[in-house]
């Protein structure tokens, strides 16, 4: 079956500290791997994907992931956070960059000053 | 802004009836994807339109139905409403059939 895990549902980093956020996958064919944000109130927005390549994508916000096809996974890490990230990330999978996608069930981030 | 306008973004119904979402995709956008997003089943995906024909269909009950209108606008309605399809409903578009969505504010539903 086809799906997406975030085994962390909630997180609190201090503010400056270094961010991983998990994501494993299961999927048939060659995945397309997003990572969304969701802000209080706010609809979904992109931070990163990846399709082939360079194993490792930056994103905006200073987000960064990386693609390891033996793990099944494709973590999200930022070297240092700001208070301003915190929120909602979905990891979320699809068969081609489409909008299409299988999403996990998220992971609330909480920043502490 | 992503330049995808969902209304309303709050209704609140009773139960056993029906209502309309409307979504208003980006400018030159001609796919429109609806998603629901529930404490229990997180999101999931609805429906997918392109240029006015249904595209893919996922997790969809048969009391649920969309459109997608020349204007390329779409709706999503829901009938004989349960507490259950209280969830924040999302919509999002793309500019082909494939391509980066953007997604809306939603609409938030509240059964009661």
């Known amino acids: 079956a086809q799906s997406v895990t975030q085994p962390d549902i909630h997180i609190t980093v201090s503010e400056g500290a270094s961010l991983e956020l998990r994501c494993n996958y299961s999927?048939?064919?060659?995945?397309?791997l997003f990572w969304y944000v969701q802000s209080p109130g706010q609809g979904l927005q992109l931070l990163l994907k990846?399709?082939?390549?360079?194993?490792l994508v930056q994103g905006i916000k200073g987000f960064e992931a990386e693609f390891k096809r033996s793990q099944s996974s494709f973590n999200l890490r930022k070297p240092s956070v700001h208070w301003s990230d915190a929120a909602e990330y979905f990891c979320?999978?699809?068969?081609?960059?489409?909008?299409?996608?299988?999403f996990g069930q998220g992971t609330t981030l909480q920043v502490k000053p | 802004d992503s330049g995808v306008t969902q209304t309303p973004k709050h209704l609140i119904t009773a139960t056993g009836q029906r209502v309309t979402l409307r979504c208003s995709p980006r400018?030159?956008?001609?796919?429109v994807y609806w998603y629901q997003q529930s404490l229990d089943q997180g999101l999931q995906f609805l429906i997918q339109?392109?240029?006015?024909?249904?595209?893919a269909k996922g997790n969809i009950l048969e009391r649920f139905s969309a459109q997608q209108f020349p204007d390329l606008h779409s709706e999503l309605n829901l009938s004989s409403l349960e507490l259950g399809d209280s969830a924040l409903y999302f919509c999002?578009?793309?500019?082909?059939?494939?391509?980066?969505?953007?997604f809306g504010q939603g609409t938030r539903l509240t059964v009661v």
């Open positions: 999002a578009s793309s500019f082909e059939g494939e391509g980066e969505a953007f």
């Open positions: 999927y048939g064919a060659t995945p397309y």
């Open positions: 400018s030159g956008d001609l796919s």
């Open positions: 339109y392109y240029n006015g024909e249904e595209r």
């Open positions: 990846y399709f082939s390549g360079d194993t």
């Open positions: 979320a999978v699809g068969p081609s960059n489409t909008g299409k996608l299988i």
